[in-house]
């Protein structure tokens, strides 16, 4: 059976106590695992923005979906597809680097403009910034040194901008 | 004006029309048990939670208002779980108020703590811990508001005793009430999309074999006079589902009754080879499919739900609507008029002699004897209740044999007149929901019908009815067995009766029903039933239970078996051969 494609939804929710509770249970009945999930508020702070990335079939997604948007506290549901959207992602890990390595790594960190933001006798800790498979790439890399500690934010997400004719999408939502 | 937070809750419930409250009181919900005293509201003092919960049912299904029921923390909360699910799966209106520990005690295992919202959390369609007794109007108005508009279902407020506590500073407040709502998140669609609209009116127009497959948000919806008017103006028949009883009158010539599992042939075998079906406020449930994949092959879907995730999740539809029924259903009707669709409509006369046919041949049928040794029959019991109440009756059941057989028997020509747990199969609703349904409509009869396994389970409820002077009638068809597990194990296990045995004499339901102040009759033979009924038709001051000594044997039929096709219907004996 092939892997269950990555989906990716954006909720905007209420900034309320317990909302990230009632959408984490719509999940867990069905026994679906949420991949990852990144929980912010916007800038609007009535607001927070749930970005939760999911491995299930279309189908039941839709479902779900549909119910998570019963919520009374979920106000808007999007989904994004890779495709045609903008995906980031942090991580910061500690490495073994000690005296043959530690060239090696700092290099590596070099190439995929990360930063060293914390300096051991045998480790160092790095940070990355990138989209989620810029930092699977640099985890592989890294696990040839020995990770010590490893901790991923969880990706956020954000519609691509349309480039292509703005003008007459934006005539055809006037009144 | 200063209140403080227990006597804003009433003045909250006031405000939003509250008649009757059913609760019991404890610790945390103490402090507002003090202004009830003072209130015009009725306060009905409940043996067990469970019954405050399926009494605020049993209200809301009789009177289409929102019901509202008051218990303490802890395992009062627990208590009324099962009939806030009850109401989640059914759509009912209701809202719970239920106490808690103090603010500062939550999340300490405090004694009678729970976490109430998170137990409740996806039994509800919405629920809200109160943090401040500033926001118990709110909340109590964004409650009835949720419970009551779109999907209608239950509503729960858990409110921490230092909330409500006037000796707790915490508990002062600023009386106020709110004009206008704030939630961003829930803006229920109730006007159905023109386009979608006129492409249902297509649909019927074209359709030779259609069915109008009526649910209980007909009546959530208060959209039965739509419907007839529907119904009549393109001389389609209609099924109404367990849910949607009395939605449509089965008096009507159109009306098929009930389909699925229990349903009657002609309803059933009528879905099956339709091809359109006009659902309205229904949701495909399996007991109505039978085998999703085999029901209703020929057919395409008009789908009108007010929740938009009702449509597409078991049957894609061909026109989804999402909508208000009632409105949906007024539009529909007008752009019908409109392209003069019902006035040239294809040539029906042959499906409609089929669905007639059907309907002479394989009628709902049992025999009653008359001998000595002749047992009386649940369903003759049924009928001849149906034959000796009023028009209006009210009749509520558990859930089992004698709910299939009321579905079946009774005549239900009006919507709110048939209440029962549908969705979730609760047992023991019918007494409690009946007293729910009583003090809602005090001018009608409310009659339950109701099993003996079920009585067991809720019976002390009938000592609140006594003493609050509730006079409902409770027939028990008593067949000393959890009667539809027997027909399983009779039919799919090989007669092998695993722990379905409850026997027909323990209790002794006449001296228990005297016990609790109730008039106790029993009827064993046919010849008794007329007379007991009549004699529980003449008694108003007190609850009245008869304990219908019934046959242990029968069997609820058509059938069809969990997880076949609705092709395989099983008929009863005298019902007619089966086949198409």
């Known amino acids: 059976m092939p892997p269950p494609a990555h989906h990716i939804l954006s909720v905007l929710v209420e900034n309320k106590a317990g909302v990230l509770a009632r959408v984490a249970g719509l999940f867990a009945r069905r026994g679906f695992n949420i991949f990852s999930l990144a929980v912010a508020p916007t800038d609007d702070e009535r607001f927070s923005r749930l970005t939760i990335v999911v491995d299930v079939e279309s189908a039941p997604l839709e479902q779900v979906t549909k119910q998570l948007f019963k919520l009374i506290n979920v106000v808007k549901i999007t989904e994004l597809h890779p495709d045609d959207s903008v995906e980031r992602e942090l991580m910061i890990l500690t490495v073994r680097a000690e005296g043959g390595t ?57 519609p691509k901008l349309e480039r292509q004719v703005p003008r007459l999408r934006s005539l055809g939502r006037v009144g | ?202 649909l019927i127009a074209e359709s030779r074999k259609p069915i109008i497959y009526a649910g209980g948000g007909i009546i959530r919806a208060g959209a039965s006079e739509a419907l007839h008017e529907l119904a009549t103006l393109l001389d389609v028949h209609v099924v109404t589902t367990l849910m949607g ?158 709910q299939m057989w009321s579905s079946q028997i009774w005549k239900f020509d009006r919507p709110n007149s048939w209440v029962n747990s549908g969705g979730l199969g609760t047992m023991g609703f019918a007494v409690p929901a009946a007293i729910g349904a009583k003090v809602g409509q005090p001018g009608k009869t409310v009659w339950a019908v109701d099993g003996d396994g079920c009585f067991q389970m809720t019976a002390q409820e009938l000592v609140t009815a006594t003493s609050e002077r509730i006079p409902i009638k409770v027939a028990i068809l008593n067949n000393a067995y959890l009667g539809m597990v027997r027909q399983w194990q009779e039919l799919f296990y090989e007669e092998r009766y695993s722990e379905v045995y409850l026997s027909p004499d323990l209790p002794d339901y006449k001296m228990w029903a005297e016990a609790m102040g109730c008039v106790g009759l029993r009827v064993e033979h046919p010849d008794e039933v007329v007379p007991a009924i009549e004699k529980a038709n003449s008694i108003d001051d007190r609850p009245v239970v008869i304990d219908f000594r019934v046959d242990s044997e029968e069997k609820v039929y058509p059938m069809v078996p969990a997880g076949a096709s609705n092709d395989d219907i099983i008929l009863g004996p005298d019902q007619g051969p089966g086949g198409h």
């Open chain 1, 102 to 158: 530690r060239g090696q790594v700092i290099e590596l960190v070099q190439v995929f403009q990360g930063r060293i933001v914390d300096v051991g006798l045998g480790e160092l800790t790095v940070e990355l910034a990138g989209p989620p498979s810029k930092l699977d790439d640099f985890e592989d890399l890294m696990r040839a040194y020995g990770i010590v500690e490893l901790q991923r934010t969880g990706r956020i997400a954000l």
């Open chain 2, 245 to 402: 009883r009395g939605c449509f009158p089965d008096s009507h010539p159109l009306c098929l009754g009930m389909p699925g599992m229990h349903g009657n042939y002609t309803a059933v075998t009528s879905m099956q080879h339709a091809d359109l079906l006009i659902t309205l406020g229904a949701r495909f449930d399996d007991r109505v499919t039978g085998r999703v994949s085999a029901f209703a092959p020929h057919a395409k879907v008009i789908h009108v739900d007010i929740d938009p995730a009702e449509l597409g999740k078991v049957r894609r539809a061909d026109v989804p609507i999402v909508g208000d029924v009632k409105l949906v259903i007024e539009e529909l009707v007008k752009v019908i008029r409109e392209q003069g669709g019902a006035d040239t409509p294809p040539d029906r006369s042959e499906w409609h002699r089929r669905l007639d046919d059907w309907r002479v041949k394989h009628p709902i049928h049992f025999e009653q004897g008359w001998g000595e040794d002749d047992k009386l029959k649940p369903q003759f019991c049924i009928e001849t209740l149906r034959q000796n109440t009023p028009e209006d009756t009210i009749l509520c059941s558990g859930v089992g044999q004698h």
């Open chain 2, 1 to 202: 004006m200063k209140l403080n937070g227990g006597q804003a809750l009433i003045r909250s419930l006031e405000m939003e029309g509250v008649e009757v409250i059913f609760g019991l009181p404890g610790g945390a919900i103490l402090p507002v048990y003090d202004p009830i005293i003072d209130s015009p509201i009725r306060h009905i003092l409940v043996r067990h939670e469970q019954g405050a919960g399926h009494m605020a049912e049993g209200f809301a299904h009789a009177t289409g208002r929102p019901g509202v029921a008051m218990v303490t923390s802890g395992p009062a909360a627990t208590n009324i779980v099962t009939p806030l699910c009850d109401a989640m799966m059914d759509s009912v209106p209701m809202v719970v108020v239920t106490g808690q520990v103090p603010s500062v005690a939550i999340g300490t295992d405090a004694f009678q703590e729970c976490d109430t919202i998170g137990i409740t959390r996806s039994i509800t369609k919405h629920n809200e811990l109160v943090t401040s007794a500033q926001d118990i109007p709110r909340v109590i108005r964004e409650a009835f508001h949720i419970a009551t508009t779109g999907r209608p279902g239950p509503v729960l407020v858990d409110i921490p005793k230092d909330v409500v506590d006037p000796r707790n500073p915490r508990s002062q407040m600023d009386w106020y009430w709110p004009e206008s709502l704030d939630l961003p998140g829930y803006k229920p669609t109730t006007r159905g999309h023109p386009r979608m609209i006129r492409e249902a009116a297509k």
